[in-house]
């Protein structure tokens, strides 16, 4: 079973909707990462939790929120959809010791219509 | 403010051929570098790191890549290409060492490998 799953891998929506995509993990990490991939432009991060109290923006947060349900769950959501957020979406997972090692989900395919 | 820039966004090599992917950073302060590679439809999993030990450092499935501080690059090799190896490989920087985790990427670079 993969470490570090998330739902839904594909979702196709309209503007203005919102969009709620999860995370999981089963490492005990307590760090966890959002991140967006564009092509050509890598992978930016949109918000990081250290633990369930503890939650940052990154780069990229406008339009975006997340919650961080327990140490294993790890929410983002999109208030209100629009275009220019269809992109790739990642969840990544660190832990304490060697907190530079992420581990990645296999990334949700989000597109907006 | 750290960043990474990877040269040449798609690289194509024969099966056989010498893989060198080029990836160049900037770090006001002694980088952790990194290079994932992100095979179709799967998430990033890490090939190698390096954080302040070995400046050659080697990674899974034959690839090694090594630290030059003089040329602040970090560049990916392989000796021999094998088909399996097309993917899209992400070169990334540790924001900063000993702190928060919070890697920044650069753009990627797709490996085609020819038969």
């Known amino acids: 079973d993969a470490d570090v799953t998330q739902t839904p891998r594909n979702r196709i929506t309209k503007t203005g909707k919102r969009i709620m995509l999860e995370c999981s993990q089963t490492k005990g990490h307590d760090r966890m990462y959002w991140y967006r991939q564009d092509p050509g432009l890598g992978l930016r991060l949109i918000y990081y939790?250290?633990?369930?109290?503890?939650?940052n923006k990154g780069e990229i947060s406008d339009g975006y929120s997340v919650s961080r349900q327990a140490q294993a769950k790890f929410s983002l959501s999109l208030e209100s959809a629009i275009p220019n957020q269809t992109a790739l979406y990642f969840c990544?997972?660190?832990?304490?010791?060697?907190?530079?090692?992420?581990?990645f989900g296999p990334g949700t395919r989000l597109t907006v219509l | 403010a750290q960043s990474v820039t990877q040269l040449g966004s798609h690289v194509s090599v024969s099966e056989g051929a010498l893989v060198l992917l080029r990836c160049n950073y900037s770090?006001?302060?002694?980088?952790?570098l990194f290079w994932y590679v992100q095979y179709p439809n799967q998430g990033l999993q890490l090939l190698l790191k390096y954080t302040s030990a070995a400046t050659l450092v080697k990674g899974i499935n034959g690839f090694e890549a090594e630290f030059k501080k003089s040329e602040t690059s970090f560049h990916l090799t392989k000796p021999s290409a094998h088909m399996s190896d097309a993917a899209e490989y992400f070169c990334a920087v540790s924001e900063s060492p000993g702190n928060t985790g919070k890697l920044i990427f650069g753009q990627g670079t797709t490996l085609q490998v020819k038969p």
């Open positions: 770090s006001s302060v002694p980088p952790y």
């Open positions: 990544a997972t660190s832990g304490d010791r060697d907190y530079n090692e992420q581990f």
């Open positions: 939790s250290f633990d369930v109290k503890d939650i």
